[in-house]
């Protein structure tokens, strides 16, 4: 292994140099992670992640670095404590080079949301990377890191991911704190990772998994030593099909794509079984009452008091927090506190909240029925690949339809995993998902992996950084 | 039922958002398509089932999400302080609220 040192510098130059064209850092921080790469160099013991570079959706904290959530109103923040999640991979050895661009608290699903100008895909510049971890995903597959932090609520890791050609990880729902992940839906909101590897997500999964006293969410279950179980059999398991998502709405190379990956399934000894979802189709719905819901409340702690920007000439303190609002959150994140406000407002919460957490109960139900028939789902990522910068920007309702395939996993609490699976005849990445029981990530990585065997994705973007030492 | 100009402006209000006017025209029409369309959930007849309450697991329900009452250390006045917009003399400073 090389130097730390060497490791960090390589990274932090890419970032540099290829911030211009993707916009996909919002802080490299090169002084700060030279120092601590030099620190691990010198060290007498070395952690399981030692050198390790890695870049952080700029919604995670990281003490004395900006988390700016992609908002206005947050331009300036520098958190006082690292999260949970950050404090684990610091102490295995992991360097934070930089904190990545995101839609604005993430919401969304193309980076177009960010106060600081779209990311741009190194698939081809012209368009949008996915969101919201859209800085992320593009760190990864530009070469720049090995693995990159997210968070996905709805899809905001799988489905950018899925659009750039790496592999991306929503965990089941109480697996990682949240500590320190600044909340936009706290119910459906994990930490997720990117690697182009499967084994590089279940071995940094292994170390920042786990219960935390400072999240009450998480569970109880002991981590595995998630890299043990690759590569294993996967001759006999049993791989869900649900052909209802098949139809209507998904472009006819991500279904040939993805058809073709459960052929190779097949050929590896995998038996296909057919599942039903059947209020699968609903989730896009219940997502964006439940989601906007709880962001509307939890947006409401910035107020421009404790932290944050402040709108100025408002002599009187309502005047404050509406200016403060109104100039600090672009329009996105201002439609769902609207929308959430309502959903949850006096005479609409039961004909919206209530009916939407019953809704939701009926979609876990659809996965713990479905998983006693398979030990997997196989679905598409993202119902399309890469779509053009300003496709879908002034049509909310079609970009909400992007994580039609995706948000199904945060609703239930069950993990989802990307898997890149080609290129489209226009050379963009084509990704497929692979959803799991709760606390499946052995079998979804072992799968995964199996798959990434059979099938290597050894396709590069355009935009890639090569390091000539390699 | 259709969102009017006046639910949109309370809703702000509720918000504390201050909205444009150019804003209240864009988010109605918008809103509105989004709220019809979350509407389809009425097609299910959901008398009988149990609302879902957050998103935790089984195993997570079971976690005993107590900890015992320790003193430790805590971020302190000065750092707390630190990114506030407006500070002084130890507190948080804001307009005037009457």
């Not at chain 1, 009452?289 to 962001?295: H, L, P, V, Y």
């Not at chain 1, 290597?456 to 390699?470: C, K, L």
Request: hydrophobic residues 40%; glycine residues 8%; negative net charge.
């Amino acid at each position: 292994m090389k130097p730390a040192s060497q490791r960090v510098e390589f990274s932090i130059s890419a970032a540099e140099k290829l911030n211009d064209s993707l916009n996909a850092f919002l802080e490299i921080d090169r002084p700060g992670a030279l120092e601590r790469s030099s620190d691990i160099d010198k060290a007498i013991e070395q952690g399981p992640l030692a050198g390790l570079p890695i870049a952080v959706k700029d919604n995670i904290c990281v003490r004395g670095m900006q988390a700016s959530c992609g908002s206005r109103i947050l331009g300036d923040y520098h958190p006082p404590y690292d999260a949970t999640v950050i404090e684990r991979l610091k102490n295995a050895g992991a360097i934070v080079i930089g904190k990545t661009n995101c839609d604005e608290f993430a919401m969304g699903s193309s980076n177009e949301n960010s106060a600081f100008g779209p990311v741009r895909n190194p698939w081809d510049t012209a368009r949008v990377p996915g969101g919201s971890s859209g800085g992320s995903a593009v760190a990864v597959a530009s070469g720049i890191v090995p693995v990159a932090l997210g968070s996905d609520t709805g899809g905001s890791v799988r489905q950018p991911a899925s659009l750039c050609g790496v592999v991306g990880l929503k965990p089941t729902y109480g697996r990682n704190s949240r500590y320190g992940l600044v909340a936009f839906a706290s119910s459906l909101d994990q930490v997720g990772i990117f690697a182009r590897e499967v084994k590089d997500v279940a071995q940094v999964l292994g170390v920042i998994a786990g219960r935390d006293l400072q999240d009450s969410t998480t569970a109880d279950v002991p981590v595995p030593n998630y890299t043990e179980f690759l590569p294993g059999e996967i001759k006999g398991a049993r791989l869900g099909y649900a052909k209802a998502l098949f139809g209507a709405g998904l472009d006819d190379e991500v279904a040939a794509k993805v058809n073709d990956v459960v052929d190779v399934y097949r050929e590896l000894g995998a038996e296909i079984v057919d599942v039903e979802l059947p209020h699968a189709k609903y989730a896009i719905a219940v997502y964006y009452i439940i989601a906007t819901a709880e962001a509307s409340s939890n947006l409401a702690r910035f107020d421009g008091v404790r932290y944050g920007f402040r709108a100025e000439d408002a002599p009187e303190l309502r005047q404050m927090y509406r200016r403060t609002r109104e100039e600090g959150f672009g329009p996105e994140v201002k439609r769902r506190i609207m929308l959430g406000t309502y959903v949850l407002s006096a005479g609409y919460y039961d004909a919206y909240y209530r009916k939407a957490q019953q809704v939701r109960t009926l979609i876990r139900k659809d996965f713990l029925d479905a998983f006693c028939s398979c030990d997997a789902i196989i679905t598409p990522t993202s119902p399309t690949p890469a779509f053009p910068i300003g496709e879908k920007a002034d049509d909310p309702l079609a970009m909400y339809l992007s994580d039609i395939y995706t948000v199904t996993a945060n609703l239930a609490g069950v993990p989802g995993l990307n898997v890149p699976c080609g290129l489209s005849a226009n050379r963009l990445p084509i990704g497929f998902q692979l959803l799991g029981p709760y606390w499946s990530e052995p079998k979804l990585f072992n799968l995964a992996h199996a798959y990434e065997q059979a099938k290597p994705f050894t396709e590069r973007p355009p935009i890639f950084a090569i390091d000539p030492t390699e | 039922m259709p969102i009017q100009e006046s639910d949109i402006q309370k809703v702000a209000q509720l918000a504390h958002l201050e909205l444009a006017e150019e804003e209240l025209k864009i988010f109605g029409p918008q809103m509105a398509e989004i709220v019809a369309y979350v509407e389809q959930l009425n097609e299910l007849d959901t008398s009988s089932v149990e609302p879902a309450l957050g998103g935790l697991t089984p195993e997570g329900e079971r976690t005993d999400s107590s900890r015992n009452d320790i003193v430790r250390p805590s971020l302190g006045q000065v750092t707390a302080l630190e990114e506030a917009p407006d500070a002084a003399s130890g507190h948080f400073r804001v307009p005037k609220v009457l």
